[in-house]
């Protein structure tokens, strides 16, 4: 059975950082996706990042470029999120999620429904 279970999220001030965690688990093959997603208030969830975890590719929405850093680190089957430069529209339940099994395009894998998601964790930015 996979799972996926998020750590990291808290209150931060603007300009400051968080480093998110999605522990993973249950997988039955290497060539997975993991993808950052996350709902603010009154919203629909979005895609944030995706990481392959077979050869580390990353990919990011624009709105987070350059602040936001994927990561994984396979003996501890776990992917991290670092977060930078927080912006108080980055506030939101951050969820990571995963496809039912490898997809074409890992690198769009917000276009992709998502069978697993873990149960997020709450980041909240003050102004």
């Known amino acids: 059975e996979v799972q996926l279970v998020e750590s990291g999220g808290g209150l931060v001030q603007a300009g400051g950082s968080l480093r998110l965690s999605c522990a993973a688990s249950g997988f039955g093959f290497d060539d997975y996706v993991i993808g950052w997603f996350r709902q603010a208030p009154g919203k629909g969830r979005e895609g944030v990042s995706c990481?392959?975890?077979?050869?580390?590719?990353?990919s990011y929405v624009d709105s987070v470029k350059g602040r936001f850093t994927i990561s994984r680190d396979n003996a501890k089957n776990t992917v991290y999120l670092e977060m930078n430069n927080l912006k108080p529209e980055d506030t939101a339940v951050y969820y990571c999620?995963?496809?039912?099994?490898?997809?074409?395009?890992?690198?769009?894998?917000?276009?992709?429904?998502?069978?697993?998601w873990g149960k997020g964790t709450l980041v909240t930015v003050s102004s």
């Open positions: 999620g995963a496809p039912p099994g490898p997809i074409a395009m890992p690198m769009r894998c917000w276009d992709y429904a998502m069978e697993y």
């Open positions: 990481i392959s975890i077979i050869d580390g590719s990353t």
